[in-house]
């Protein structure tokens, strides 16, 4: 477990070392899988949140889920989960995998408001995710990792409540980004009422006029480095979502050597992963396949990454 901090300039930095072209909303989701706040009950507005890396277990939540007012440089944290519960990965573990499944870091456009399970006892305020991406299924072990599968559709994970009221609780994902609390869903009664730092998420969120929000995954590892290092010099990185020059010459450099078949644009979309995963597994095997463009990748594809200020 270590302690880093986290500004409007360290997400900044890392949004534009991975050339995420984030539009000029309100407010942005970030996601930091591995990592919790000090001070976890504390969701309100701050300019730097205080905290500690911390180990996936697929138990409890060990995520944070950070809404972000760039406009203002500041930023509120919440507890929660970004992968799914052991339950879930454990009942797909009998049908090969399907049934749960593991967001790849990434940066995903379109997080709506809507319904999470519409037509349930369940059915709750949510933010829905609209675009097909990659995504992991296990069907060797309980875990995820980069041995396994990558598929390629959109198989319904939001971001909603995650039916848990602390840390040290089962939470209840699929697959789905979570926030600790509860709904306010029939399930619960007539009367109920969103609860816990779910409330705050949903109120923050669904008080304002934007229904469309971008949303930033990244590792807790990540965030750590870039603080430690915001402000140097530091190469780019190439992922989903990324958008750009880079983007086209790593696309060239895939088409060149017959793994892209797409145009060739600025936008690393699905053809551009599924390529970049392909030839991660021919030249250094199925665990380094990691769908993102670092500077290993980008040598062994011929090409040069730029540094970022």
Known sequence: MAKFTLTSQILAKLCSVNHFSIP????IFFGIRGALPIHYDDCSFQNAIDLNTAEI???YPRCTLIQWRRAIDQLAAFTGSTVPHKKFIAEAFQINGNGANC???AYYKDFRKGTHKAGSRTASEAFVQTQSRGFRRTSDNLTYDTDDRVEFDNPGDNLHAAWCGGLNQ???????QVVTGYPKCMQRGTASINTGAWAVFHDNAYRIEQTSFPYVLLTGFEAMSMAARVNEQLSSKLRFGSSGEEVKTLQQALKQR???EGNIDTDFGLRTLKALLEFQKQDFGNGGADGVCGVN???ALGISLKLVQ
Do not use: I, P, Q
């Open 297 to 299: 990748t980008a040598a």
């Open 24 to 27: 000029d909303v309100e407010l």
């Open 103 to 105: 967001l790849l870091t």
């Open 258 to 260: 017959g793994f892209y």
């Open 170 to 176: 089962d939470y209840s994902s699929a697959g789905c």
């Open 57 to 59: 277990n697929y138990t």
